[in-house]
C-alpha cells in the first residue's frame, strides 16, 4: 500500500538554528499537509499545499516556516531561527482531494530543540 | 467552543467487549468526519470515514454519525490487546482542507 514517507525520523538541533523536514506524499496525491504535535497535546494543522502554492495556514505557521516542493515528489518543511517550543513531532500528510477526502499521515519526524 | 471535542480517558475494557469512543464537533467543522489510531509515539493511522448521518461499519469498526446532535461515535466490538492506543476524532470544515483533532481518548483493552 502507498505510504507517506518522511525524513529524519529524529532531528536534533541547536536553537537558533535551521531545521529542514523532509516528507515524500503518496504519488498521485494533490494535497499536502505538514501538522505538528507537541508531546502530549493534539495534532495541529500548520499548512496545506496544493498546486505548488499554499493554500491555507494556520496561525501557527508564521514567518518562521516555509513549504516548498523542490521537485516532483519532495515537499519540505522550513523551520528558520528554531527555538525551545518548535520541539514537537511534525507530521506531513497527502490526500487525493479536499475536505471530504482522508489525508494519510507519515511517521514523523521527531525535532528536539537543545 | 473547541472544534473537536473528546473525552480524554482513559478508557479501559476487558478483552472481547465493544468500545464505544464518543465525540462531538462544532458547527465550524460539520462536513466530514474521520477516526485514527495513534500508537505512542507513531502517527495517525487512518481507520473510517463517515460523510452522512447514521452508521458505517467496516469489520470489527463502527462509526455512527450524528449530524443533528453533533456527535460522532466509534464501536470497537470484540476488543483485542492491539487495539490499545489513542483515538483521533478529526473532522473538516466547509471550507478549507485542514482536519481539525480532537484531544484522542486512550483506550486499554485488558487481557
Known amino acids: 500500500e502507498p505510504e507517506v514517507t518522511q525524513t529524519p525520523s529524529h532531528q536534533v538541533t541547536q536553537m537558533g538554528q535551521e531545521v529542514i523536514l523532509r516528507c515524500v506524499p503518496i504519488?498521485?496525491?494533490?494535497?499536502f499537509y505538514w501538522y505538528r504535535q507537541i508531546l502530549g497535546q493534539k495534532v495541529e494543522f500548520l499548512v496545506s499545499?496544493?498546486?505548488?502554492?499554499?493554500?491555507?495556514k494556520s496561525e501557527i505557521f508564521d514567518d518562521q516556516f516555509s513549504v516548498e516542493r523542490p521537485d516532483g515528489s519532495n515537499f519540505t518543511l522550513k523551520i528558520r531561527s528554531t527555538k525551545l517550543e518548535d520541539s514537537a513531532m511534525y507530521f506531513c500528510?497527502?490526500?487525493?482531494?479536499?475536505?471530504?477526502?482522508?489525508?494519510?499521515f507519515g511517521d514523523g519526524t521527531r525535532l528536539s530543540i537543545l | 467552543q473547541k472544534e473537536v471535542e473528546q473525552n480524554s480517558g482513559p478508557l479501559s475494557v476487558p478483552e472481547g467487549a465493544i468500545a464505544s469512543l464518543n465525540c462531538t464537533y462544532s458547527?465550524?467543522?460539520?462536513?466530514?468526519f474521520f477516526w485514527y489510531r495513534q500508537y505512542s509515539g507513531k502517527s495517525p493511522e487512518l481507520i473510517m470515514s463517515?460523510?452522512?448521518?447514521g452508521d458505517k461499519e467496516d469489520g470489527r469498526f463502527t462509526a455512527q454519525l450524528n449530524k443533528a446532535s453533533q456527535y460522532v461515535s466509534l464501536l470497537i466490538r470484540d476488543s483485542q490487546p492491539s487495539d490499545s492506543a489513542t483515538y483521533l476524532c478529526a473532522a473538516s470544515p466547509y471550507t478549507g482542507n485542514q482536519f481539525y483533532f480532537g484531544t484522542g481518548t486512550s483506550l486499554t483493552v485488558i487481557p
Open positions: 463517515i460523510y452522512s448521518n
Open positions: 500528510a497527502s490526500s487525493s482531494g479536499t475536505a471530504n477526502q482522508p489525508q494519510h
Open positions: 504519488s498521485n496525491h494533490l494535497y
Open positions: 458547527d465550524r467543522v460539520s462536513q466530514s
Open positions: 499545499f496544493y498546486n505548488n502554492e499554499i493554500s491555507e
